[in-house]
């Protein structure tokens, strides 16, 4: 069984979303990029897009306005300006 990453969304209001996933994409000022448990640890900063995560068969989508993404080999932090889950929008 492949290993999980924790993947948590913040922006100055609140704690958006905190959950475990198999993979988590977004969208990169130099381009989309996919994170997997045990991925290189890095700092990217990121542009206004679509981002999604999939646990299972399950994928969900949220909305971020520019921000940064951390990500260690365990954990992605997404620090964005804004953003939303897609089914609330």
């Not at 679509?50 to 399950?58: C, N, S």
């Amino acid at each position: 069984m492949a290993e999980k990453i924790l993947l948590e969304v913040v922006t100055p209001d609140r704690k958006l979303l905190a959950a475990e996933a198999d993979v988590v994409v977004c969208p990169g000022v130099e381009g989309q990029f996919g994170i997997l448990h045990g991925h290189i640890p890095f700092l990217s900063a990121l542009e206004i897009g679509e981002m999604y995560y999939r646990d299972g068969a399950k994928t969900e989508y949220l909305s971020v306005s520019g921000g940064f993404a951390e990500v260690t080999g365990e954990k992605v932090t997404i620090v964005a300006e804004s953003a939303e889950m897609g089914r609330e929008i």
